[in-house]
């Protein structure tokens, strides 16, 4: 695994997705050069992966929330992504 992947992973949903907005700005502007832009464009889609993962874990684990018979929360069950 690559030191960048590695920091991707640590990084918050909210920083990755910010770094992501940023880059698709500057790859819009269209004043990155090629190299740039492509590393750019590589780490993008690892932020995008990494963004899609921490949503699908999010969701999941509400769907774990259980509910009463009068629709309140009485509990949680963890999430485990393995």
Same mark, same amino acid.
């Given at each position: 695994?690559?030191?960048a992947?590695?920091?991707?992973e640590k990084m918050?949903f909210?920083?990755?997705l910010?770094? +992501?907005?940023?880059?698709?700005?500057?790859?819009?502007s269209?004043?990155? &050069?090629?190299?740039e832009s492509i590393?750019?464009?590589e780490?993008g889609?690892? +932020? /995008?992966?990494h963004?899609e993962?921490?949503l699908?874990?999010?969701r999941l684990?509400?769907? /774990?929330?259980?509910l009463s018979?009068?629709g309140?929360a009485?509990?949680?069950? &963890?999430?485990n &992504?393995e």
């Amino acid at each position: 695994m690559t030191k960048a992947v590695e920091t991707i992973e640590k990084m918050s949903f909210e920083a990755a997705l910010s770094e +992501l907005e940023t880059i698709v700005r500057a790859l819009e502007s269209g004043q990155t &050069p090629l190299e740039e832009s492509i590393a750019a464009y590589e780490r993008g889609m690892a +932020l /995008k992966k990494h963004c899609e993962t921490r949503l699908t874990d999010a969701r999941l684990r509400v769907e /774990k929330i259980s509910l009463s018979a009068d629709g309140i929360a009485n509990g949680t069950t &963890p999430f485990n &992504p393995e």
